[in-house]
């Protein structure tokens, strides 16, 4: 059981699940929403080549349904086949990246060196792996953002201008690790289908030329752009700039004009020249002042500093800081934020007053991880204090409890909605990014809302732009898992093979959306216990942990001996006064048998209230898998590397680890499409 290469649990008898339904959708592939005439005829180029391209790779049924064939080189239309040399990809120790520039570590390390020895349970990157190009090609994801090739990390200024959602990210266009950065850009008509544009900033000024680093976007009332962002000069000092649009009109935002005055801001008295960085999206006083926040630390406390500014050209620095926690060291990608106590419709930067909390976000520089809390904003005193100072920023919740960094939202002013981007780094080695050609993605964005019904935590869900992707479901309902069973889920009958047209989508292309109830029973009859249990402590087995209730979930990306498997899963301990406590875990430590991956086992507590079954909803896509319980509570975002459950061979399972409980499910499953992520036409 304790052997992470071996399955924990065999299969065991038939599925009582059939499929209650099957539908297929057709994919629209585009949302169109109203812009100017050049948009219009930006997106009627689009559109077109958008079609060609699909009738080149696949076309359509008559049903109208999209056929995908698939390409040489193991991917699906949407991702090509990548060029890699012949060889095995060697996991020599991984160079420290970033730390010496200033900046967070940026290589793939293992926990252990990266924490110092640290939280995780997982092997950490050693014995090297044969890898294959069949291998590496098939972990390239199909409807998350990636250039088409080399390093790319933060996101920066994200915004929605004239119709189009613009991003822009950190990325290296000479190599697959991190180094040269300047500013990628693409953007999208429903942040699901991407355009890839020429680099927005480079590194040619002497404030810049050491890296074009993080920054954030505002739009000003009169609808002009200013983009504010750290610099790394030629004396490797963190300096904050300012560019804009050259030109207003341009609905893509192609050029961009570096203030003649730059830099704008340089490190403060007491404050390091290399922990200075990643100035925010500005919002607005009551004076009608424009307000930003740049991340830094004093000793080891991490803070966020304060500015005013009428012209984003002079800045007066506040006294003390909008907020510092002690022992969180340097806060990087700093976000500040509005969320309505009503819940419903997110809210503009500058929106303050009754019925608003305000959020603080840091992402920490020490343990890269991306904390929150949700508080109160003292305009006058330019002070923010968290409503639970036991969970403040970096010392209590996460956005995403496993791979998640560097985070930025903005509001989408189209459809009144705050958005979290996420970076989503490797965790195999740096010698097999480099020899695939490319590393990292972005998260799916997500909407962010207050919970309103705990008060307490924030929601995040994929973007409901996301369910256009979707194509043929099934259901299944009731499907029961004894104490100790592992269900397959058949997704395709058994005469339909994989290797024919689209049904490997099934495979590891998914949405996946599962509620799960434990035998009442049994929960009523199970004794109280003081187990402290901890997804991720280094004595936990995992999913092969058994407890009276639980662990319990889905396997995905498993194949069909269990040789290899994630599990992602529900932990229920019942307390003193019957109190149920429930964690929600991601385990890697099975879900491949190479070693020279991370195999950690992630996860925290999730508030299940009153009434609630368990839910999870979970986007698979090749090696990403982001699963958010109970409506986005808790999220958890795996990278996993498998050898063998790839193509054809992976399956899903429903599995019951606990000893005690029954568990009854419904799984709706649809086969994912893959996103049209390319190159602008003719620019
Ligand atoms: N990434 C940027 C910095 C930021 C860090 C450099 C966070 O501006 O602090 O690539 O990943």
Known sequence: ????????????????????????????ALHRPQGSSKSKLLLAVFSGIFVVCLILAGGYDKSGVIKIHQLEGGDEMGVGPIEMPAGSATTRPSLSRGKSAGVSEKANLSPQQLLG????????????????????????????????????????????????????????????????????????????????????????????????????ATILPDGKVMMLYTGSTNESVQVQNLAYPADHDDPLLLDWV????????????????????????????????????????????????????????????????????????????????????????????????????????????????????IGTYDEEAGKWYPDNPAIDVGIGIRYDYGIFYASKTFFDQSKQRRILWGWIGEWDSEAADVRKGWASLQGMPRTVVLDTKTGSNLLQWPVEESESLRLRSKEFKNVVA????????????????????????????????????????????????????????????????????????????????LSEQTPVYFYVVKGKNATLRTYFCADQSRSSLANDVNKQIYGSSVPVLKGEKFRVRMLVDHSII?????????????????????????????????????????IKVWQMNSAFIRPFPNL
């Open 482 to 561: 004894k104490p100790g069973a592992v269900v397959p889920i058949k997704l395709e009958a058994a005469t339909q093979v994989c290797e024919l047209e689209h049904w490997c989508f099934w495979r590891m292309q998914l949405d996946i959306v599962a509620e799960l109830e434990l035998d009442k029973e049994a929960v009523d009859r199970v004794v109280e216990s003081d187990e402290e249990f901890k997804c991720s402590s280094s004595s936990s087995k995992g999913a092969a942990h058994r407890g009276a209730l639980g662990p319990f979930g889905l396997l995905v990306l498993s194949e069909e001996t």
């Open 1 to 28: 059981m304790g052997d992470h290469n071996q399955p924990f649990l065999s299969v065991s008898g038939d599925p009582e699940c059939a499929p209650v339904h099957d539908d297929s959708v057709v994919d629209d």
């Open 258 to 373: 570096k203030h003649p005055g730059n830099p704008v801001l340089v490190p403060p008295p007491g404050i390091h020249h290399k922990d200075f960085r990643d100035p925010t999206t500005a919002w607005q006083t009551s004076e009608g002042k424009w307000r930003i926040t740049i991340g830094s630390k004093v000793n080891k406390t991490g803070i966020a500093l304060i500015y005013d500014t009428d012209d984003f050209v002079n800045f007066e620095l506040k006294d003390g800081f909008l907020h510092g926690v002690p022992g969180t060291g340097m806060w990087e990608c700093v976000d500040f934020y509005p969320v309505a106590v009503a819940g419903g419709d997110g809210l503009d930067t500058s929106a303050n007053g009754a019925g608003v909390r305000h959020v603080v976000k840091a992402s920490l520089d020490d343990d890269r991880h991306d904390y929150y809390a």
């Open 117 to 216: 020895g640290g939280e995780g349970s997982g092997d950490g990157l050693s014995e090297d792996f044969p890898w294959n190009n069949s291998m590496l090609s098939w972990q390239r994801t199909a409807f998350h953002f990636q250039p088409e090739k080399n390093w790319m990390n933060d996101p920066n200024g994200p915004l929605f201008y004239k119709g189009w959602y613009h991003f822009f990210y950190q990325y290296n266009p000479n190599a697959a690790v991190w180094g040269d950065i300047v500013w990628g850009h693409a953007v999208s008509r429903d942040l699901i289908h991407w355009l890839h544009l020429p680099l927005a900033m480079v590194a040619d000024q002497w404030y810049d030329v050491q890296g074009v680093w993080t920054g954030s």
């Open 626 to 666: 982001e699963s958010f319980a109970q409506g986005g509570r808790s999220v958890i975002t795996s990278r996993v590397y498998p050898t063998k459950a790839i193509y054809g061979a992976a399956r899903l399972f429903l599995f019951n680890n606990a000893t005690e409980a029954g568990v009854t499910a419904s």
